[in-house]
């Protein structure tokens, strides 16, 4: 079979391989739709999670099931199913405590293009398919499907690691495509004010639609500046880190109120710390709590979050800006993620028969 | 001054008392609007909470101040304010503890038309003014704000019992004023399919527009049974309790699936037991919490969701069907609750100058 | 292999059976340690899980692995190992979403002498060995790992479903050997007052060695005047309920604060309800949650409960007051179990080569 | 009156003052037991809080009410009390929100000797004496009272930050007084290992005795490789920071498990960044939380936390290594808790009559 793969850092190109083998618990899949995220572009240009030789790209699927192993259940070839990017090991002791994503290591919950080959070929491997796949609900747009393979269940964790209540006023920085989700995942979680920090047009319109009450824009000055002036000074209950860098959560603690969370989900690719302004921290005493964390993956998580598609909560397929037919154009799709023209915010390959 | 009164068990009537007096830390209103509860009828017709002689009536208002105490600090006359109908003793070990709502005793957070007189009055009397008034937020509707009493904050604790988490699919049993707020509470705090159980038609509409999925009507066929054909015989992942009476709870246990949650906000005024059907609740194995509760009252809740009317992520003034002018109506506006015309959900006075 | 089995209801009886087959993921065992337990006394004689021809009985192990499937990482023949009683699926959607214990249906987690034949024999099978398993510590006592297997995890569970905090008064209803290790539990959970429910001597004697600070006996009069006398008419902060009936809970009830819970680990066999008084429950606003649940189960929670023995912060192995040798005696001990002679608290069976 | 007083950075000395006044709410109270903390110490050398004037010292005692304001109802003139350290506002928004030691700004639930007089003086005054004051129980140690100011409810929040559950393994890092309170809290909240950090012999011998199973002395190596040795390369789940600086939570990050939380109870005093290191932090991705907070205080904590002591499950007298005897003498203790020589851990000074 042919699949798109990073060759080495800094270069992709087609390779052939053979059709993965399938386990007893696992699943052979042929996708349907794909869509290629800014950690394809970490992986292969800023050698995010080290060199790989060879390795198919993508975690981003919505696929057809061709084989499935002997214990496996409650699919069979021909089902259409949502793919979650996480695909945990179920009895592990991480998943066991809570954190599936973690399960055999931190971070080893993903492991499409990361430890094994990824979605970007005619075939992909699902381990655990009972565990991981979810049946594609009837009738669903296959672009919100493939939405919830990561920038769903991504930008939704973000609002969960800073636990939302109701009345709650947000700050959520960064709107790119997960950002966004985790705009929409504060406003269905019970925030009042929704203060997303972004630049780019296509994403703040967004962003106002899916329920930001205001749009902070750097160009217009400091963030941390306009935020207060908008609070009073007293700044903001919860906030979603869903984009900027190591530096971002010193601006985060000057905004946050004491008793207040901040939730990250957005990779940290370089530098050697994360820098906390002990002061605005409370000289470690003021309550505020920074977490950060992958997003969980599995079947029940995206039944969940389909569920909030077929309920009409969310509207995931207007991420999408770029649609491409047929497996050989992820490699344009992804070459557009990595240059990211201003109207871009997610591109889908459809894989028509 | 003249107030609406509870005279005994059974009758109602107009009375003259003395304007209260003010504490240091607490403060004296006018109202500005006022709206007549179920809890009143309950009060009043079925000795719900005992006898009370004279006792004026009412627990929902929106309020001028007219006179603080010394040590008030946020409050001064003339200020414009939204009144829980729940005021906490904020140092009581209780509130402490995290359960303000029965400071000094179960239920004892409750005060107005139960411990004192209620604010169906030209004046009445709130206790600790800086816990529990919150300013009355520029341009709100003073219908909107009149829901903040009691409608808005007991309905989301419903949802918060509830414990809703995102893609839960949920039961809500009663589409009351408080059911309703109850739907609303859940559509935004992340919840997919929302099973609205009632049949009056004015309600089950307002139901659909506050998110519900679904009416589940009694007069179609039994509850359970409508229900667990719609998932499938799987049941919901939670329900919240906002009427019925005792043995709404076995029907609860029977759609309800292991590890969900019933969060009950609805007054059981009769009834020796409220019975849990054994097998159903796994023989006591089944993690099939029961939760009930009175709303936790005071500033902050006022203030948090009063944001959620000011980012309109919520319209309580949708509740409203009937509104009258002047203090003198409270009578034929409390009647009204009384009789619950078909017609009915919220009636609403305005006390105009 | 020979297996001590329930032939139907009423009746118990040796089997001959074929050695138990072991799937991909699972292994076959050989017992160095059993334990008869109530619920196997239940299941028996009370038909509690309905009836079962020719059923191994026993649900508590300590084994030797003698064979694991292809799939298995972690262990292999020869190992010695802690059996959990409750074996869940983990990839199943209810242990994704926290309820392991639920695997496939309410309580189904629960597979030995239940859906499967159980640990009374030469050999017995485990689903998920790397799950559900875990390594016996070095120099474990073979009694104490034997209580790891239901004793001590459902102990705690209580606990836990009853949320101690700092500084809690609890009320632990029950002191068999669950409601002993509940008792135990709650004492390093950070309880101060734990008042435990019981009668015979040489449990409450251990009570008070595991933590207990007061012995509440039924028979020196109302054991809810008693706790409430000894309160100052205040109540406990959170009950544990690892005895009694349906009817226990009404007792609970009257002497739970509000904002309290009740944790109910007793396995409810009979009566068609638990009633669930009203007016002490708040009419249903008073915050008095009603919790109950299964023990959670699986390889995770044995290590985790496994180091609390070997840093000597539990001695579950006091537990056991008679011990017998060779696999034939597990008939003597469950009788033993059956009639309940007032010197045992938990038999145990050493399995010697 | 006569006080012991912080004349400006780096200087203290012995001032006279009018008594304090009282408000409605409040109490004056003549100290019983006094004990200088490490705070006091930062506050005037390092000027940690900034300059203050002739503003006297202390804030953990252990009193007799002297007089009351008329809204007082729980304490009268005569009563023997515990002190809090921190004394909220209780109505205050923070409050209510869950975090009063941040009523009215962050940290500002902290008073005495930061934004009034403190305690090291013939009388002191506490705001809102029904919820900041507790009686002191019959037959208490005053020794032990007075370590209920600030030591165990400090140490104890370590623990309670760090969310330890049952059989967790813990690292406590920093073992003077507060440390050795949070060792303590581990051990009663169901840690089962527990790796104490710290060097003095008279701190670890009691940290043992306190419940640690390890002591990792920095002097015999690298803490980060001895801990990681001990737990064979995988770290410990839960870390309470007692001690340190800036650079413990780079060491901290290195140890802790994926979906680990560090707890925080130490002071940072100086430096701009709190340093993250990013690997270790999973890239933001690790689920390892970064909590760090005040102490709650307030009556009901000391209550609950009193009842430990009463019931025999911690022993907080044993910290006290030095008791001195009349007010004049703070001085020399305080000096004692500047000059920490090898054998203080912490010292009292009972105001005898």
Redesign the interface.
């Known amino acids: 079979m042919k699949g798109f793969a990073m060759l080495k850092i800094g270069a992709t190109g087609w390779v052939e391989k053979d059709i993965p083998s399938c386990?007893?618990?696992d699943a052979i899949c042929k996708p349907l739709a794909l869509a290629p995220c800014t950690s394809d572009i970490h992986t292969v240009w800023a050698g995010?999670i080290g060199d790989r030789k060879d390795m198919i790209l993508g975690h981003e699927a919505v696929g057809e099931v061709v084989e499935v192993g002997a214990?496996v259940k409650d699919f069979k070839p021909g089902d259409k199913v949502l793919v979650s990017a996480i695909t945990p090991d179920?009895?592990?002791?991480?998943?066991?405590?809570?954190?599936?994503?973690?399960s055999g290591?931190?971070?080893s919950g993903w492991k499409f293009s990361n430890f094994k080959d990824g979605v970007f070929a005619e075939y992909f491997h699902v381990n655990?398919a009972?565990?991981?796949l979810a049946h594609l609900p009837e009738g669903m747009d296959l672009g919100a499907a493939a939405m919830l393979a990561d920038m769903v269940p991504t930008g939704?964790h973000g609002a969960?690691l800073a636990d939302i209540?109701?009345?709650?006023?947000v700050a959520v920085i960064g709107v790119g495509p997960v950002g966004l989700m985790s705009v929409a995942?504060c406003?269905?979680?019970?925030a009042?004010?929704i203060f997303a920090v972004g630049s780019r047009k296509n994403c703040t319109d967004l962003a106002r639609e899916f329920g930001a009450?205001d749009i902070i824009n750097y160009r217009e000055g400091d963030i941390v500046e306009q935020i207060l002036d908008k609070t009073h000074g007293k700044g903001v209950d919860k906030i979603v880190?869903a984009g900027g860098d190591?530096n971002t959560f010193?601006q985060a603690m000057q905004i946050l109120k004491?008793?207040g969370i901040i939730g990250?989900?957005?990779?940290?690719?370089?530098?050697?710390?994360?820098?906390?302004?002990?002061v605005e921290?409370?000289?470690?005493?003021?309550?505020?709590?920074?977490?950060?964390?992958?997003m969980p993956g599995?079947?029940?998580?995206s039944?969940?979050?389909?569920?909030?598609i077929?309920?009409n909560?969310i509207h995931p397929e207007k991420l999408i800006t770029h649609t491409f037919h047929g497996l050989e154009n992820v490699e344009p799709a992804l070459m557009l993620m990595k240059d990211k023209p201003r109207d871009l915010i997610k591109p889908l390959v459809l894989i028509d028969k």
Chains 1, 2, 3, 4 share one sequence.
Request: with cysteine; proline share 6%; hydrophobic share 35%.
């Open positions: 386990g007893p618990m995010a214990l179920w009895n592990s002791l991480e998943a066991q405590g809570g954190y599936p994503m973690h290591g931190m971070l655990d009972d565990g991981n939704f969960e209540s109701f009345g709650d006023n995942a406003a269905i979680r019970g009042a004010e009450t880190v190591n010193a004491p008793g990250n989900v957005n990779y940290l690719g370089e530098g050697e710390f994360v820098p906390i302004p002990r921290w409370g000289c470690g005493m003021g309550h505020k709590q920074i977490r950060g964390g992958l599995g079947r029940l998580r039944e969940k979050l389909a569920r909030l077929t309920t909560r």
